[in-house]
């Protein structure tokens, strides 16, 4: 059962006094046990020292407890205290007799003790978070009544379950914002060119991937670009000596197109070249269900020298040899870009909040933070600020810590779990599979969790073992009066 509830204690419970305000004229409350059992049965125990109530002989006093929640009212037995008069006229009138057979009905000599009064009752949904009143009415002669006082003896119940404090980590600030941004291109060349047509085959296309990559980030106001690295990479079909001719001569071919567009300058752009790409093909294979996979997969990966190697493969399984050439081979020639830049710094959380819906990928972890501060915990705005960030830094423990924090809020349980995983070298995230188990309604698996991070350092662990302990099930209230 989850109850988000609140239990709030009075000092004293010597309440119920007389219409007369008369002190002498009292119902103390000594003692006062609540209790759910099985979470199918409310337990009502309460001592009340009737000693000082005074009832004349035409008088009828009525104590009644009542379950209360919001407009749901379950009133429980009563006590009444009947004076001389009164308990003979009801006696010849049973039909007016303000109290039930199940009642319990005393003479004012019988109410000079501390009445025991216990009753049990089913728990029923409705009563989840109900508060326990009772109420003082008095009768008189001719059918006269009024409710002297009503009072309130506990806010409401059972008490609220305790959920640990999660511990939102403030990220370091990151002085130097450098990003970067990467991608492949296929641009096609003539048999055993190094030259390149824009027009010829897709190249308008992959050219774009490249062209457009820079562009996205040279026509950002907040940044500025530091370099550009081109890597490309020929097949391993022919000979090692001709790709690898290829490879660094289309490779300058394409640095020389983009100088050509953007003049950046000389030393601006990086490139570098692989006269055969075999780790993209081991990769291809891998993942492939040929039928000499294993024994492809060995040759590539034996010593033999590359044109060696790909003779062994071409002449042991030429029918796998020419699939691969067919559907493999034209992505292995390929030319990778790598865009490094640098992002200014944002310090006001209206501008990071902006940045956060155009640009997140400029801003740092801290920057989220700052933004985080602005925001209600819990609220849509926050869950989301850091299930964005985490997606920013996907391996960031710091970032993974908090967006656990934040699904643990909207009871996304999973989330957290894989979240914490990502930040699991961190003694806060230690705390936090504690407090987890806490959210899923498992105290006694948190404890574990809990005890390590109390070894960590948390302080927080502290407060929540010992919070888990209490039997959140019971109230208790003693006057040691």
Request: charged share 25%; hydrophobic share 35%.
């Given at each position: 059962m989850n109850r988000h509830l609140l239990l709030s204690v009075f000092a004293t419970l010597s309440l119920l006094t007389g219409y007369s305000q008369n002190t002498t004229n009292q119902v103390d409350i000594k003692n006062l046990t609540l209790e759910l059992k099985d979470d199918k049965y409310l337990h009502i125990d309460i001592d009340i020292d009737l000693s000082q109530l005074k009832v004349s002989t035409t008088q009828v006093v009525?104590?009644?407890?009542?379950?209360?929640?919001?407009?749901?009212?379950?009133?429980?037995?009563?006590?009444?205290?009947?004076?001389?008069?009164?308990?003979?006229?009801?006696?010849?009138?049973?039909?007016?007799?303000?109290t039930k057979m199940n009642d319990i009905n005393l003479t004012p000599s019988e109410a000079r003790n501390i009445i025991n009064y216990n009753t049990s009752v089913a728990f029923m949904d409705w009563m989840d978070g109900c508060r326990l009143e009772i109420v003082r009415t008095d009768y008189g002669c001719c059918g006269q009544w009024m409710v002297v006082d009503q009072t309130q003896l506990v806010e409401r119940f059972p008490i609220e379950p305790y959920f640990p404090e999660l511990i939102y980590?403030?990220?370091?600030?990151?002085?130097?914002?450098?990003?970067?941004?990467?991608?492949?291109?296929?641009?096609?060349?003539?048999?055993?060119?190094?030259?390149?047509?824009?027009?010829?085959?897709?190249?308008?296309?992959?050219?774009?991937?490249?062209?457009?990559?820079?562009?996205?980030?040279?026509?950002?106001?907040?940044?500025?670009?530091?370099?550009?690295?081109?890597?490309?990479?020929?097949?391993?079909?022919?000979?090692?000596?001709?790709?690898?001719?290829?490879?660094?001569?289309?490779?300058?071919?394409?640095?020389?197109?983009?100088?050509?567009?953007?003049?950046?300058?000389?030393?601006?752009?990086?490139?570098?070249?692989?006269?055969?790409?075999?780790?993209?093909?081991?990769?291809?294979?891998?993942?492939?269900?040929?039928?000499h996979k294993a024994e492809i997969l060995a040759a590539i990966r034996s010593n033999r020298e590359p044109d060696n190697k790909e003779w062994f493969i071409k002449s042991n399984w030429k029918q796998e040899y020419n699939y691969l050439l067919e559907n493999c081979y034209p992505a292995l020639r390929h030319s990778d870009y790598t865009i490094e830049y640098e992002v200014r710094s944002y310090s006001d959380p209206a501008e990071i909040e902006a940045v956060l819906f155009t640009a997140p990928q400029n801003l740092s972890l801290d920057e989220f933070y700052v933004l985080a501060q602005t925001?209600?915990?819990?609220?849509?705005?926050?869950?989301?600020?850091?299930?964005?960030?985490?997606?920013?830094?996907?391996?960031?423990?710091?970032?993974n810590l908090n967006a656990?924090?934040?699904?643990?809020?909207?009871?996304?349980?999973?989330?957290?779990?894989?979240?914490?995983?990502?930040?699991?070298?961190?003694?806060?995230?230690?705390?936090?599979?504690?407090?987890?188990?806490?959210y899923m309604d498992d105290p006694e698996a948190a404890k574990p969790y809990l005890t390590e991070a109390r070894k960590l350092g948390i302080s927080q662990a502290e407060i929540a073992l010992e919070e888990i302990a209490k039997n959140r099930n019971i109230y208790k209230y003693t006057d040691n009066n």
């Open positions: 009525v104590l009644t407890p009542s379950i209360i929640n919001g407009t749901d009212t379950l009133e429980l037995k009563s006590i009444g205290v009947y004076g001389r008069n009164r308990r003979i006229y009801y006696q010849r009138n049973e039909h007016k007799i303000p980590l403030k990220p370091q600030r990151e002085v130097v914002k450098v990003r970067e941004i990467s991608g492949s291109a296929f641009i096609d060349f003539p048999v055993s060119q190094i030259v390149i047509y824009p027009t010829y085959r897709n190249n308008i296309v992959e050219l774009a991937k490249i062209t457009g990559t820079i562009d996205s980030v040279k026509n950002d106001k907040d940044v500025t670009i530091k370099s550009v690295f081109i890597k490309g990479h020929a097949s391993p079909e022919s000979p090692y000596s001709n790709n690898t001719y290829l490879a660094k001569g289309r490779t300058e071919a394409l640095k020389e197109y983009v100088e050509g567009l953007y003049h950046f300058g000389e030393g601006f752009i990086k490139t570098d070249f692989e006269p055969e790409d075999w780790a993209g093909l081991e990769k291809y294979v891998e993942a492939s269900t040929l039928p925001y209600e915990p819990g609220s849509d705005k926050f869950n989301e600020l850091f299930e964005i960030a985490v997606r920013m830094y996907p391996n960031d423990p710091v970032a656990a924090n934040s699904a643990i809020l909207r009871k996304d349980y999973r989330s957290a779990l894989r979240y914490l995983d990502k930040a699991s070298s961190l003694p806060e995230a230690t705390y936090a599979r504690g407090a987890l188990e806490v």
